[in-house]
Structure formats: C-alpha cells, structure tokens
C-alpha cells in the first residue's frame, strides 16, 4: 500500500518560487504514475503536473513554463518546482499516484483516474 506525504507548502510573495516535495513509503514511485493537483477554495481540484510512469510529463497550461515536476527515484519522492508564482496559484496542493495508466498518459489530469492521495500542503501566494 501506497503513503503519499506532501511538504514545503506555506506562504510566498507573487512573483517568488518554491518547491513542494511528495515523499512515498509503502512502495516505489517509480512503479506509479504521478501527479500534482490542487484544490483553490470554492474551485474544483485541478491537475497542475504529472508524470508516467514511461517518462512522459504533462503540465497544466496555466502553470506551463513556470512548474516543474520532477522525482527523485532515490529519495522516493516527487517533487513541484513552482517559479514566478501568481496570486491564482494560492491552493492545497495534493500529490496523487495510480499504479496503471494509459501509456500516452491522456487521462493525466483526471483525478478520478488515481487511487493513492497525499493529505495535501497548503500553499498561499501573497499579490
């Protein structure tokens, strides 16, 4: 079984950066398709970065050339660079895992797709 644990949220400036970590126990990451979705307050949860468990990596386009998502197989976490953060990027941030996905990754974003979750980090971007 699967344990997703997020870390690094807290609060930013517009403009600033930081970096989400999603440390796994229980399994590989490397086994797993990836992802990061957050959840704004009165929004619906939306996917922001995945990655197959082939190597393909998606990003939401609001977030694209800003985030990066990488994992570090040694470590067994993933992790979400963020750069030049928005007010609109203030959300909970959940890492997500699911052990089969389509190869050409088209149901990234779905989160019904996945079945491990993270309890999520909080991250809040001051304008």
């Known amino acids: 079984l699967l344990s997703l644990v997020e870390s690094g949220g807290g609060s930013a400036q517009s403009g600033g950066s930081q970096r989400l970590s999603c440390t796994a126990s229980g399994s590989r990451v490397t086994r797993y398709n990836m992802a990061w979705f957050r959840q704004a307050p009165g929004k619906e949860r939306e996917a922001v970065a995945g990655i197959h468990s082939e190597g393909s990596i998606r990003y939401a386009d609001s977030v694209k050339g800003r985030f990066t998502v990488s994992q570090d197989n040694a470590k067994n976490t993933l992790y979400l660079e963020m750069t030049s953060l928005k007010s609109e990027d203030t959300a909970i941030y959940y890492c997500?895992?699911?052990?089969?996905?389509?190869?050409?990754?088209?149901?990234?974003?779905?989160?019904?797709?996945?079945?491990?979750w993270g309890q999520g980090t909080q991250v809040t971007v001051a304008s």
């Open positions: 997500a895992a699911v052990l089969t996905l389509d190869t050409d990754f088209r149901n990234w974003a779905d989160d019904y797709e996945y079945t491990y």
